[in-house]
T-cell receptor
């Protein structure tokens, strides 16, 4: 079954610290993509970072990096130097070659405190 | 930077009424999607649309739902007879290509639908 699992319903981190949000995935497909989206309290979905299944290097976008461990089927999001504005829900999603849809996890609510 | 827009931002309707949610995808994108997110739950795929046809739909997307691209810019989701359980945030998204494994889908800000 194609599935995304986010086991952390909530996380707290102090400003300027790094935080890792966990994501594991399940698919038998060889070609897939993993995405992270941020959803602030205003509700919109903001794309953060993408990792393709054939990418050998971990993706990075500014303060965001993706710790991709293919054998473990994990794609954890690392946010370095957390800022108060990082407080939001974070969703991990998977895309497959054979379908148009993105499969989302249940999300992790991150709260950054001063 | 181009973005997906959605109107209205919030729609309140009575059970049994028809609603139309509107989206303007990014202009050079060819593939369009609707997702929904029931409050506190994960985002769920409803339907994808390409070349004026539905290319894929989920089991949620039953006969009460329909999609249309009435002109060159708008993409709409119609719910014919709303139910209480249709209350959710509805997201429109668009992408340049198909196949979700390598294509970023750009999401709009969402329409919050409340059915009373």
């Amino acid at each position: 079954a194609q599935k995304i699992t986010q086991t952390q319903p909530g996380m707290f981190v102090q400003e300027k610290e790094a935080v890792t949000l966990d994501c594991t995935y399940d698919t038998s497909d060889q070609s897939y993509g993993l995405f992270w989206y941020k959803q602030p309290s205003s509700g919109e979905m903001i794309f953060l970072i993408y990792q393709g299944s054939y990418d050998e290097q971990n993706a990075t976008e500014g303060r965001y990096s993706l710790n991709f461990q293919k054998a473990r089927k994990s794609a954890n999001l690392v946010i370095s130097a957390s800022q108060l504005g990082d407080s939001a829900m974070y969703f991990c999603a998977m895309g497959l070659r054979t379908t148009d849809k993105l499969i989302f996890g249940t999300g992790t609510r991150l709260q950054v405190f001063p | 930077e181009p973005e997906v827009t959605q109107t209205p931002s919030h729609q309140v309707t009575q059970m049994g009424q028809e609603v139309i949610l509107r989206c303007v995808p990014i202009s050079n994108h060819l593939y369009f999607y609707w997702y929904r997110q029931i409050l506190g739950q994960k985002v769920e795929f409803l339907v994808s649309f390409y070349n004026n046809e539905i290319s894929e739909k989920s089991e949620i997307f039953d006969d009460q739902f329909s999609v249309e691209r009435p002109d060159g810019s708008n993409f709409t989701l119609k719910i014919r007879s709303t139910k209480l359980e249709d209350s959710a945030m509805y997201f429109c998204a668009s992408s340049v290509n198909s196949g979700s494994s390598y294509n970023e889908q750009f999401f709009g800000p969402g329409t919050r639908l409340t059915v009373l």
